[in-house]
């Protein structure tokens, strides 16, 4: 089902990127998906990639997705518009296996900069939040309100 009709984003479909780090491991915390369940905040957790809480006090999770939203988006963007797995590894080293566990590192021990609240149509509104993490920035864009995390990339402290 994806991140539902709470957050203003439609469902995820789901897609074959695997897990969050390089480990192996799906980086899962149970008391937080009970407490999205509880919420009745819809989540597919099948292909959930992660969940956290960040410096807000808001959960946040990433999925698989698809190529409009989650980790796929992020690392392969959809047609017409590349994703981000380059500039991650450009910007910060990171590798495109381990982008979705480094957001998570940012996401709950960044400290939130800016967190505006933006339209992103059909009067559906997410977040536009920016985490400082060891130095380095990262612009989420489109978290939605439920914290379902539907792209991320990296920008440089100079373009802020």
């Known amino acids: 089902m994806g991140a539902g009709y709470h957050g203003g984003f439609g469902s995820t479909s789901g897609s074959a ?3 969050a780090g390089s ?6 915390d149970e008391n937080l998906k009970k407490e999205l369940r509880n919420s009745n905040i819809k989540f597919n957790e099948k292909d959930m990639v992660f969940i956290t809480r ?3 006090g808001q959960i946040v999770w990433l999925e698989n997705g698809n190529s409009s939203a989650g980790l796929k988006h992020i690392l392969d963007g959809k047609a017409g518009s590349p994703g981000h797995a380059k500039d991650f590894e450009k910007a910060f080293g990171v590798k495109r296996n381990d982008v979705g566990s480094y957001l998570k590192k940012v996401i709950q021990n960044g400290t939130v900069i800016s967190n505006k609240i933006v339209s992103i149509g059909s009067g559906r509104q997410g977040y536009e939040r920016v985490y400082e993490y060891k130095g380095n920035y990262y612009t989420m864009t ?11 990339y ?4 100079d373009d802020l």
């Open 142 to 152: 489109g978290i939605g309100t439920n914290g379902f995390i539907v792209s991320a």
């Open 17 to 19: 990127i695997g897990n």
């Open 23 to 28: 480990d192996g491991e799906k980086e899962i």
């Open 54 to 56: 960040d410096k807000t």
């Open 154 to 157: 990296p920008v440089r402290k």
